[in-house]
DNA sequence: TTGTAGGCGTTATCAA
DNA sequence: TTGATAACGCCTACAA
């Protein structure tokens, strides 16, 4: 069955189309009398206008592009689940899309945006396809980045503070009078993981110490990464007894491996940027990192919205900051 | 910066729309030549079609819906990833929407996916909207459910057999000589909790036994309830040796009370519908069933593609059988 | 207060 | 092999 038009709507209220339309977007004279008729008609043909024909009369496609990269994190879910509430609230839809942090279908993903005229886009980009982001910008869209900058790229973002909080950690750690401090790293080509690495660093030097490669491990931000890791940490000598891991999955993966080898959990102190929930229920020595992925959703959602509304173009860059907490008593 | 259309880049080239849409389409006949400098000019000008005209034009929007409960749940973020790879390779995206859970949400959802044409819609449900669902099938779309059935509703699906794994589940606790099983019950709202719990207490009929009302606690899928259920439960006599949980959530929150009490978390032989993948990192005695999002999200991939390519008509439906698989050893 | 008609950017039919 | 042109469904001046 083919859907109605507003063609045959009219008809069958016997008033021209413009009628309808001025009844359906609530603008323009009308008298009362023909208002409910048409609404009469709505509803009992089941008249569901169509909005590709909509947005191209209006050029407006009333949507938003997500770029994420990877769907079935639920830190890149909780930030997705908070824009969607502010875009629909305000009329807007959002395009989602997952790149599995391959920027070949990062590069698709925008290509294809830009074919549905989508009116913003928010990206937590993989760092490639700069030039392209840039050409977007430059063509007028809103561009936000969530969660990672782009190096070289000035433009808004929500993010947190990695490299502080970073630093803050493996100060920590330092202070803690910890000698071998063991780094599991995440993969260097994400943004995110770089900058913690940067703030790990920051924190020996300001302590008057250079970090022993040996002792940093480079993982991929995988569980199965951190177990590698620490099993691959714990054949170094001096032994370490603390450890930073870049990412909480790779911090599990930290735990399982130590498991495996036998040793205490509480012998290492741990701090993993990234909650570990369930970590009440084992004994541990562990520090966490809490993440604001309702908080970036939230903002950038506002801003998204904002930026759409009053068309400004002051490029705004909003750095949260997350706090460590410890997990023992 | 107004976006090019297919006239400038005819102008450009000197040709008509009509052929640079032939280039663009890759039908009809037009001479390498001309063909040569109309891709020439598409990238030099970076024309990008505009999908929304050609939409309209071709009445398909190669578009399909995917309605969630819940975005921030990894289980149903499995599922989307997997359908999303299918529709992308396909030349369709997908128009996601999380209605956490609220039949109003998912009343209005369906009702923009009508509006934006999608060609099918993916559908893992409150349960309630029946009439609208209905409504929308009759009227040519496509509609698969997925996860969770819709009473009365005869339409494709594909699920896992909830009842069956569940029955088997308590049965087994109760070949284990469990003489006092305590329940953690989901929501009785959403069908596949219902099923859960039909599963057991057909597990209880088929032993010769019933369930006893003050074994049940009902929860709501949430961490904080099975903390509350487990807290509940141990509070009845005779004391319970056993639990069967609805969901992972409560298994996480019942462990997580068990810890609160003080009570020894091997104490208690326990079945989780769902896993809990930390479970090697303390003691418990644990068995869970192993869930298939994956599976469940591949299929539908294919089946709503195939349907839209073959738009055969017979009603599908594919009940998985998941894997209770014991944690410890 | 209502109707007429042109056009949004494509595609597809028909002629040339 | 190409071009002119009429749609697709809706909105919006402008006229009435």
Redesign the interface.
């Known amino acids: 069955?083919s859907?109605l038009t507003i063609k045959e709507v009219a008809m069958e209220v016997g008033v021209s189309t413009a009628t309808i339309s001025r009844v359906l977007n609530n603008n323009g004279y009308v008298s009362e009398e023909v208002r409910e008729k048409v609404l009469n008609a709505i509803e009992r043909l089941?008249y569901?206008?169509?909005?590709?024909?909509r947005?191209?009369k209006q050029e407006k496609?009333r949507s938003i592009g997500l770029v994420l990269p990877d769907?079935?994190?639920?830190y890149f879910?909780?930030i997705?689940?908070q824009i969607?509430r502010k875009c629909v609230s305000e009329g807007y839809?959002?395009?989602?899309?997952?790149t599995?942090e391959d920027h070949r279908k990062e590069n698709e993903s925008l290509?294809?945006l830009?074919?549905?005229?989508v009116e913003g886009i928010i990206l937590a980009g993989t760092g490639k396809n700069k030039e392209k982001i840039m050409?977007i910008k430059?063509?007028?869209l809103q561009v936000i980045l969530i969660d990672r900058k782009i190096e070289d790229l000035n433009l808004d973002i929500i993010a947190e503070d990695n490299r502080k909080i970073s630093e803050d950690a493996v100060t920590y750690l330092l202070e803690n009078d910890h000698e071998n401090i063991g780094i599991i790293n995440g993969p260097q080509s994400i943004i995110t993981a770089k900058e913690r690495y940067e703030g790990a660093i920051s924190a020996f030097e300001k302590a008057g110490k250079t970090i022993d490669p040996k002792y940093v491990y480079q993982g991929d931000f995988t569980r199965s990464s951190g177990i590698s890791g620490i099993k691959t940490l714990m054949g170094v000598t001096p032994k370490l007894s603390a450890i930073f891991s870049a990412n909480n999955e790779m911090t599990?993966g930290v735990?399982?491996g130590m498991?495996e080898l036998n040793i205490d959990?509480e012998s290492i102190e741990v701090v993993s940027m990234g909650d570990l929930e369930?970590s009440?229920?084992?004994k541990q020595k562990l520090s966490v990192i809490m993440q604001c992925p309702t908080e970036i959703g939230g903002l950038a959602g506002d801003m998204i919205l904002s930026r759409l509304k009053n068309k400004d173009n002051n490029i705004e860059k909003k750095i949260l900051t997350p706090k460590m907490v410890q997990k023992y008593k």
Chains 1, 2 share one sequence.
């Open positions: 069955l859907k089941n569901q206008p169509n909005s590709i024909a947005s191209l496609s769907m079935t994190n639920p879910m909780l997705a689940r969607q839809h959002l395009l989602m899309i997952d599995e290509d294809f830009i074919e549905q005229r050409k430059e063509s007028g599990y735990y399982l498991k959990l369930f009440s229920l084992f």
